[in-house]
């Protein structure tokens, strides 16, 4: 399985292949694109519990 050069995590010794048609070109020691450091979630409520919660506060 390849992974994706944009998103994936990359290490530079990897195979990505384009698909073409009739054939396909595979891509050998690309090097990396993106360096994750770190990463957070975000929740937010929808706007119907953003309402319940309003209606708490009244």
Request: proline fraction near 5%.
């Amino acid at each position: 399985m390849e992974k994706d050069l944009l998103t994936g995590d990359n290490d530079g010794s990897g195979v990505f292949t384009i698909p073409r048609h009739p054939v396909r070109r595979r891509l050998h020691g690309v090097e990396r694109f993106v360096t994750t450091r770190g990463g957070e979630y975000f929740f937010l409520p929808s706007l119907s519990a953003l309402r319940w919660l309003a209606d708490l506060g009244a």
